[in-house]
């Protein structure tokens, strides 16, 4: 655990930066819907720049296996990329947040090929070695909603509420679950949340139209 005076800034950054752009790669999910391509190749971009800073202390063999990893997810090569992840996790050569990281991408990879079930273990996998990793409790979500277990999917929401207050994306999604859940004032209040935190942020504002709110 990092201690307090540095500790708390580090996870701010981390946690912001990763919900915040990178938890955009599952939210739209929900009902088949799809945020655009290029936001979805920026939050990656982003994301994959932030865990390659991780993999700073990596052994060179298991580094190499990630950083081709990288190259594989940024070329579409899903399928690649999981075989050297399972490489990387599987060599015992990577702890704490960096084998967090590599969980965490090998789930978001196992939700975008369908494969949920691997994608709920792994973000569960990330979130038993960094308890307070928001955005695997935000992803974590959108699986278990997939699944229509909604009351899970509604406490992992509330966890990254808890932990990064200041990002839309678990409010909008939490009204995307209440959605689901035929629960209609309940997705407008999380719809209005979500706008408020984010007034430009044009998701929320198409959600409340479409509701007929303002």
């Avoid at 739209?28 to 982003?46: D, E, K, N, P, W």
């Avoid at 949920?116 to 909603?145: G, S, V």
Wanted: glycine share 6%; proline share 3%; with cysteine.
């Amino acid at each position: 655990m990092m201690r307090s005076d540095i500790g708390i800034d580090a996870r701010a950054r981390r946690n912001g930066c990763v919900a915040a752009l990178c938890g955009l790669l599952y939210g739209a999910r929900f009902r088949g819907q799809h945020y655009g391509i290029s936001m979805r190749i920026a939050a990656l971009s982003l994301f994959l720049i932030f865990a390659i800073g991780t993999a700073g202390a990596i052994r060179a063999d298991a580094r190499a296996d990630f950083e081709a990893a990288v190259e594989a997810i940024k070329k579409g090569k899903r399928d690649d990329a999981i075989t050297l992840l399972n490489k990387v996790i599987d060599s015992k050569e990577v702890t704490g947040e960096q084998l967090a990281t590599m969980h965490y991408m090998r789930a978001d990879l196992y939700g975008q090929t369908n494969k949920l079930n691997e994608a709920l273990a792994d973000y569960t996998k990330a979130i038993e070695i960094m308890p307070d990793h928001a955005a695997a409790f935000h992803d974590r979500a959108t699986i278990l909603a997939l699944q229509k277990k909604f009351a899970e999917a509604l406490d992992d929401l509330s966890r990254a509420q808890f932990l990064v207050p200041k990002s839309p994306l678990p409010y909008f999604n939490r009204g995307r679950v209440y959605e689901m859940m035929d629960r209609k004032a309940d997705a407008i209040a999380e719809y209005r949340k979500a706008r408020a935190l984010a007034p430009k942020m044009k998701e929320p504002q198409d959600a409340l139209r479409r509701l007929g709110a303002r």
